[in-house]
């Protein structure tokens, strides 16, 4: 029996609205939300509604489009001040994943080479820019499961953090995208995911969707990955991004450079799963990347009755950055790059 697969995002053009799976209530309730305005979308991103590098990105785009297709006809000038003040509002939801400006990008592109068109073909475009941008995310995570399935063997015992699952993506995801794949193929994987405290992406999730598709999946603590690796139960780390540097420094969720860090200490290949439009030229290394901080009563209130902290000081940073030096491989749908990463990257490009 097939299950019904989950769409993060999807185009409602009769209603403008872009319909999202709202994912911060799963695993209790699979529900969809119509979200029309630009607010809406905003906040739907902001609050983890829909998240996932990818899926943020498709979703600003069908935000963009949908503003773009409010706009006045009356001349490119006032139609495009009005599409700019969206993508700007879209831009300021969350810092980190740099899809979500890849994609808005695109759209403005699309945009400015159109403006001698009358208006309603721009927005004609932009509305095929969209649904192109959320389509080739579709190719591109089949062509990462392949890459990714083809360094793994049958049997073998893989460990993931967060969650770069279909749900977060378009389909198959990024690093649970060999996962689904293998599942598929019969290889029988044995996937230990991590919680990734506070949000529980990995609990809520990756478990959730690993489950759901048959793998055999076991769910542990952050805490708990080094004694999984030091008993021999790992041989391979997939994880996604949320950006990746010029030098192959990686943003994901926090928690993942630890998980590099055990990764390495115990000589297990550590991978990197994610399309190029995560991979960002513009930023020389992980040092520059804009890391998000979140509201520190995640971890204090957060999925709990009462309060299981004093009104002690908090951090909650919600990336961190993984040292390219830590990374056997970046999985992307071009092929696998290797160290060094400043080269390699960039040949993805030529
Ligand atoms: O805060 P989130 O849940 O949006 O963070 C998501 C991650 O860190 C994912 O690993 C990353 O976006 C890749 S999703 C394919």
């Given at each position: 029996m097939s299950l019904e697969p989950l769409?993060?995002?999807?185009?409602?053009?009769?209603?403008?609205?872009?319909?999202?799976?709202?994912?911060?209530?799963?695993p209790?309730?699979?529900?969809?939300?119509?979200?029309?305005?630009?607010?809406?979308?905003?906040?739907?991103?902001?609050?983890?509604?829909?998240?996932?590098?990818?899926?943020?990105?498709?979703?600003?785009?069908?935000?963009?489009?949908?503003?773009?297709?409010?706009?006045?006809?009356?001349?490119?000038?006032?139609?495009?001040?009005?599409?700019?003040?969206?993508?700007?509002?879209?831009?300021?939801?969350?810092?980190?994943?740099?899809?979500?400006?890849?994609?808005?990008?695109?759209?403005?592109?699309?945009?400015?080479?159109?403006?001698?068109?009358?208006?309603?073909?721009?927005?004609?475009?932009?509305?095929?820019?969209?649904?192109?941008?959320?389509?080739?995310?579709?190719?591109?995570?089949?062509?990462?499961?392949?890459?990714?399935?083809?360094?793994?063997?049958p049997g073998?015992?893989l460990?993931?953090?967060?969650?770069?699952g279909p749900?977060?993506?378009?389909?198959y995801g990024?690093?649970l995208g060999p996962i689904l794949l293998g599942q598929e193929r019969g290889f029988g994987f044995r996937v230990?995911a991590?919680?990734?405290?506070?949000?529980?992406?990995?609990?809520?999730?990756t478990a959730f969707e690993l489950h759901r598709a048959g793998v055999d999946v076991t769910l542990?603590?952050?805490?708990?990955?080094?004694?999984?690796?030091?008993?021999?139960?790992?041989?391979?780390?997939?994880?996604?991004?949320?950006?990746?540097?010029?030098?192959?420094?990686?943003?994901?969720?926090?928690?993942?450079?630890?998980?590099?860090?055990?990764?390495?200490?115990?000589?297990?290949?550590?991978?990197?799963?994610?399309?190029?439009?995560?991979?960002?030229?513009?930023?020389?290394?992980?040092?520059?990347?804009?890391?998000?901080?979140?509201?520190?009563?995640?971890?204090?209130?957060?999925?709990?009755?009462?309060?299981?902290?004093?009104?002690?000081?908090?951090?909650?940073?919600?990336?961190?950055?993984?040292?390219?030096?830590?990374?056997?491989?970046?999985?992307?749908?071009?092929?696998?790059?290797?160290?060094?990463?400043?080269?390699?990257?960039?040949?993805?490009?030529?």
């Amino acid at each position: 029996m097939s299950l019904e697969p989950l769409i993060p995002n999807r185009l409602d053009d009769e209603n403008s609205a872009l319909v999202i799976l709202d994912q911060t209530l799963l695993p209790n309730q699979v529900r969809y939300v119509s979200l029309r305005t630009n607010e809406e979308i905003c906040s739907a991103i902001r609050t983890l509604q829909v998240r996932g590098a990818p899926a943020i990105g498709i979703a600003a785009a069908y935000g963009a489009y949908l503003g773009a297709k409010a706009a006045p006809e009356s001349g490119f000038e006032a139609f495009y001040a009005h599409f700019r003040t969206d993508c700007d509002r879209l831009a300021a939801s969350r810092p980190t994943a740099v899809n979500l400006f890849w994609a808005l990008r695109r759209m403005d592109r699309k945009a400015l080479s159109m403006k001698d068109c009358p208006v309603p073909a721009i927005k004609a475009a932009l509305r095929e820019e969209a649904l192109a941008i959320h389509r080739e995310d579709e190719e591109r995570n089949k062509a990462i499961s392949e890459y990714g399935l083809s360094l793994l063997k049958p049997g073998q015992g893989l460990l993931t953090h967060c969650n770069a699952g279909p749900i977060a993506t378009s389909s198959y995801g990024t690093a649970l995208g060999p996962i689904l794949l293998g599942q598929e193929r019969g290889f029988g994987f044995r996937v230990f995911a991590d919680e990734t405290r506070p949000l529980l992406q990995g609990a809520r999730l990756t478990a959730f969707e690993l489950h759901r598709a048959g793998v055999d999946v076991t769910l542990i603590c952050d805490n708990m990955a080094s004694m999984v690796m030091k008993n021999g139960w790992v041989q391979a780390c997939l994880v996604g991004c949320d950006r990746v540097a010029a030098n192959g420094d990686t943003a994901n969720k926090i928690g993942t450079s630890g998980v590099a860090i055990l990764a390495h200490h115990y000589g297990i290949p550590f991978y990197v799963l994610g399309p190029t439009s995560t991979i960002d030229p513009d930023t020389p290394t992980g040092e520059d990347i804009p890391i998000e901080q979140r509201d520190p009563e995640e971890i204090r209130s957060l999925w709990y009755e009462k309060p299981m902290a004093p009104a002690c000081k908090l951090f909650n940073p919600a990336f961190d950055v993984t040292d390219h030096r830590l990374i056997s491989g970046i999985i992307t749908e071009k092929g696998i790059a290797r160290p060094p990463y400043t080269q390699s990257l960039q040949k993805l490009f030529e």
